[in-house]
């Protein structure tokens, strides 16, 4: 069903907006002459998805901050309300990550990658759901991963961040249910993403990191935020490796444990390895502006037919109805014959 009650244009709110899959989302909203709002740390970036915004015909406001930041954020959604007038939408994209075994993180590391990845989406959330709820209208979109339903090794403290995230949603989407509100709280869990991350997540381990299957181009992330910010769903699971780790992990949990133990280490590192003077942007920034797109741009998927299928339910439907029939006349005409 889709959600009627937004603006057209709408003022969205894109945390993450400087680069990858935030950066995409940002673009793609910017196709809808969008008010968008862009959060992130890294000036550099956030000026050059500023430009992008405003060439495409839509408007920005640079909201410089930390999304560990509960006051920062707050005081960002005051600024964009002021600027812009009441949110329409709220992309919770920023996240932090590191790559290590467990025992080889600091606590430190770990806190923060948590206060990033799962407080920061908290955060946002709060801040939209303050000024979403009086007014009944609005959509917040809450961005995951498969990791969601299925940990895998070196990436302990990511995965229990958007283990957290979903059951985050859980508890306010019945809170919401509950008060008969029509604010929409939507979460889409995606595939790995060909973003820069690969280049400044910070790493304990020998070689360069990299996802563990070819990766999809941020478009097609951006597509289904897209659709979930206007679409009542609770849920979106992006592309067949997110549904075969859902449903795997469901059906034969113990077996993918000891998969991943044999495969997850060295499949997520290249062959390269890590440069010594490498920069990562856990508690910093790095400098520059990197767009969207990572380093894999040669193996990344450009399309997901799966995106497709759970965006044209009634196609799919009525596709699958006329196949049943037509399957039901030569049956029928078999019989016939005979």
Same mark, same amino acid.
């Given at each position: 069903?889709?959600?009627?009650? !937004? =603006?057209? %244009? ?25 008010? *968008? ?26 909201? @410089? ?22 949110? #329409? ?7 932090? +990550? ?10 430190? #590391? ?10 920061? @989406?908290? &955060? +946002?959330?709060?801040?939209? !759901? ?16 498969? !990791? ?5 090794? $070196? ?9 957290? *995230? ?29 973003? %820069?991350?690969? #280049? ?17 181009? %941020? ?5 289904? *935020? ?17 549904? @075969? ?7 034969? =949990? ?5 998969? !991943? ?11 390269? %390895? ?7 942007? $856990? ?9 969207? &797109?990572?380093?894999? #741009? ?7 037919? @799966? ?32």
């Amino acid at each position: 069903m889709r959600n009627t009650t !937004l =603006s057209d %244009p709408p003022v969205v709110v894109v945390t993450g907006a400087s680069a990858g899959v935030g950066r995409a989302v940002v673009r793609r909203f910017a196709q809808d002459k969008a008010k *968008i709002a862009l959060i992130a740390r890294g000036i550099e970036g956030l000026e050059g998805t500023k430009r992008e915004v405003e060439e495409a015909g839509g408007e920005a406001l640079i909201c @410089q901050c930390d999304v560990a930041d509960a006051d920062a954020v707050e005081q960002a959604a005051h600024r964009i309300e002021e600027r812009f007038g009441p949110i #329409d939408i709220w992309i919770n994209a920023a996240f932090a +990550g590191i790559l290590s075994r467990f025992l080889d993180m600091s606590m430190e #590391d770990y806190e923060r990658v948590t206060k990033v990845t799962y407080l920061g @989406q908290v &955060h +946002g959330t709060y801040a939209a !759901l303050k000024r979403m709820v009086p007014r009944d209208r609005g959509s917040i979109v809450l961005v995951g991963s498969a !990791l969601a339903y299925r940990g895998i090794p $070196l990436q302990s403290a990511y995965c229990g961040a958007k283990h957290a *995230i979903q059951g985050f949603q859980d508890s306010i989407r019945t809170e919401l249910i509950h008060a008969k509100s029509n604010v929409q709280v939507s979460m889409v869990q995606l595939p790995g993403v060909n973003t %820069p991350q690969f #280049d400044w997540i910070k790493t304990n381990l020998p070689n360069k990191p990299k996802p563990a299957s070819p990766p999809y181009q %941020p478009e097609i992330p951006a597509e289904a *935020i897209h659709y979930a910010a206007h679409h009542k769903r609770k849920e979106m699971l992006l592309g067949w490796p997110t549904i @075969q780790a859902v449903w795997g992990d469901r059906i034969a =949990s113990p077996l993918v444990d000891r998969y !991943l133990a044999a495969t997850g280490v060295s499949g997520q590192q290249a062959k390269e %390895p890590v440069s010594p003077d490498r920069r990562n942007n $856990l508690y910093e920034p790095v400098p520059g502006d990197f767009g969207a &797109h990572g380093r894999f #741009d040669s193996t990344a998927r450009t399309r997901s037919s @799966q995106l497709w299928l759970t965006t044209h339910p009634v196609e799919v439907i009525a596709g699958t109805a006329l196949a049943l029939a037509v399957g039901g006349l030569a049956w029928l005409g078999t019989r016939s014959r005979r």
